[in-house]
């Protein structure tokens, strides 16, 4: 294994309308055992009170390596978050979202695992879900999945594992704001990506094509699940409801998103081995023969995806599969 030494840990955060949960997960971030080094901050045009409190915040603290930034107009999720990882000069960059709770030893744990071993290009952690009110939510724990049932497999609590990019391709293993990522990803995300994916996405499927994607299970964050969430766990959240995902409009918009996704992703070819080359268009395969059976309705092209068994019982639940079936015989 290669040590690599870093010497600076960057924070990047895309704040809207955050006032409730902000200072909380502010506190967080300077609470770390490890001081965070440098922090980006980039508020959307908030309507409330979240700029201010950052500002506060930072004044209060004298915060002077904590840079915040106003966009002029609201931009959106995304680009907001781009902005703020374009903006991060460190070795090792953190995403992080308004409305957590981050862990005391969360950069400590997780830049060990950096330092001491070259090949992690990017680095998850485990998380715990809370509510609105900072009280536990408990699911129903899988013994054969790991990390609140995201991961399909089992996983020793606090082992590191490596991801393979067949995991990765068929669904995201852990929220974004439990990613970390080496500058080297951070570099060729910004000169390729067209903003068609979802940013921590995308910088998991950049670390997988340089074989540097890794998991490590233990939570250093509590996620917080209320009913602002941008984007939610659906296992958490009334988004995956019974008429929701038994909604054609929804299962298809799903299929469409899934396939630009992964058809954005041949900018990067040029990373890929032959091997993951051939993984990453089975599944733009997949995705593609899937959306055009529930955009024909076609039962016969439901059940042919069933050839991609393995891609479809991963990508897809049993629930989900179910509904693709219920969504061709729906008016």
């Keep these: 294994m290669v040590k690599i030494n870093m010497s600076k840990v960057s ?6 309308n955050g006032e409730k949960y902000i200072s909380r997960q502010l506190n967080s971030l300077l609470s770390q055992r490890r001081p965070i080094d440098e922090v980006i901050i980039i508020d959307d045009a908030s309507t409330d009170k979240t700029a201010n409190i950052i500002k506060n915040f930072i004044e209060k603290n004298k915060l002077l390596n904590w840079h915040f930034f106003v ?9 907001s978050f781009k902005s703020a990882i374009e903006k991060t000069t460190g070795d090792v960059i953190f995403l992080c979202d308004q409305d957590d709770v981050w862990y005391k030893t969360k950069i400590d744990s997780m830049l060990n695992r950096f330092e001491s071993d070259g090949r992690v290009k ?3 952690s485990s998380f715990n879900v809370i509510d ?11 013994p054969l999945h790991s990390n609140n049932n995201l991961i399909k497999f089992r996983i020793i609590p606090f082992e590191t594992v490596k991801i393979n990019l067949s995991t990765i391709c068929n669904y995201n293993i852990s929220p974004g704001c439990t990613l970390a990522f080496t500058r ?3 570099d060729i995300f910004i000169e390729k990506t067209k903003s068609i994916c979802v940013h921590d996405w995308e910088l998991a499927m950049i670390a997988s094509f340089l074989d540097g994607l890794y998991f490590f299970n233990t939570p250093l964050i509590n996620y917080r699940i209320h009913s602002g969430n941008t984007i939610g766990i659906p296992q958490f959240t009334e988004k995956n409801s019974k008429k929701k995902l038994a909604s054609y409009n929804f299962r298809l918009n799903n299929a469409k998103k899934i396939y630009s996704y992964l058809k954005a992703l041949t900018i990067y070819q040029y990373l890929l081995s032959e091997d993951k080359l051939n993984v990453l268009n089975e599944s733009i395969k997949f995705a593609k023969n899937r959306l055009e059976a529930l955009q024909e309705k076609s039962l016969r092209k439901i059940l042919s995806l069933y ?13 989900g599969r179910l509904a693709d079936i219920f969504c061709v015989f729906k008016k």
Aim: proline fraction near 0%; charge should be positive.
């Design 184 to 186: 080297e990803v951070r």
């Design 132 to 142: 609105e009110h900072d009280l536990f939510i408990k699911k129903y724990k899988n």
């Design 71 to 79: 966009n002029k107009k609201n931009i959106g999720f995304f680009k």
């Design 307 to 319: 050839k991609y068994s393995s891609t479809y019982l991963k990508s897809v639940t049993f629930k």
């Design 11 to 16: 924070v990047a955060i895309a704040t809207y």
């Design 122 to 124: 990017a680095l998850y």
